[in-house]
């Protein structure tokens, strides 16, 4: 249980998305005016997403448990580490932290402050991608939180580094991303229309890692009999 209150939990999962989101879109902008090679922007995209990821986990994850991500949020009231009231304000936060950065990047950069995306990001390969994605991030965090606790903001840093270049869809993972980036038509954007593809896959994928990770995680009782009648 966090020491913190529900408002100052909120603030600090408002503030993370939004950080994480500024740098998602800003690197993507930042990359893209730097070079026309789609390898290289990508990277320029990826490395700093992975970097923030460490920091945001390392510092927010004291306050409120760094979810940043509907789909961890939802995942842990479902396991009832987190209770529906708050699941709900957590999720509120993150969408309207996802937002702001999305606006906070676009103004560091001069751009209007919105723009819906024209990048058309859809099909049943991508939408597998986010599936596979998200599945990987909720396996990393359920297993990181049972064995590694301290290594948990490395983990998934080093996870989502990874992801941006195993899957198609460059790891969106994160239904509160997708929609901040559904609002910038630079490098990192999704069309708005494929946002449901993308969302849908992301919470079956954060589903199925909870229903697999809460089996594989469990310690199994000695029912062996001859381990009974050894204590016999």
């Not at 965090?141 to 606790?149: P, S, W």
Request: charged share 10%; hydrophobic share 55%; proline share 5%.
């Amino acid at each position: 249980m966090s020491k913190f209150d529900l408002p100052r939990r909120l603030v600090a999962e408002g503030l993370g998305t939004a950080l994480l989101v500024a740098t998602v879109v800003g690197s993507g902008i930042m990359a893209q005016s730097l070079t026309q090679d789609s390898a290289l922007a990508l990277l320029g995209n990826t490395l700093p997403t992975g970097a923030i990821l460490v920091v945001l986990i390392a510092i927010f994850g004291p306050i409120s448990g760094a979810h940043f991500n509907p789909a961890v949020s939802i995942i842990f009231a479902l396991s009832r580490r987190l209770s529906v009231g708050d699941c709900i304000w957590y999720v509120l936060s993150q969408f309207g932290g996802g937002i702001a950065g999305t606006v906070t990047a676009h103004l560091m950069f001069g751009l209007a402050p919105l723009a819906l995306s024209t990048h058309s990001r859809t099909g049943a390969a991508l939408w597998f991608s986010e599936g596979v994605a998200t599945f990987g991030l909720l396996a990393t965090i359920l297993a990181g939180l049972r064995f590694e606790r301290a290594s948990v903001p490395w983990l998934v840093g080093l996870y989502i580094t990874a992801a941006y270049w195993f899957t198609a869809s460059t790891s969106f993972a994160n239904p509160a991303v997708a929609v901040a980036r559904s609002l910038t038509d630079t490098f990192s954007g999704i069309s708005p229309v494929n946002l449901p593809g993308f969302i849908v896959a992301e919470l079956l994928g954060a589903v199925a890692a909870m229903a697999l990770m809460t089996w594989l995680l469990r310690p199994q009782s000695d029912t062996n009999p001859l381990s009974a009648e050894a204590k016999s």
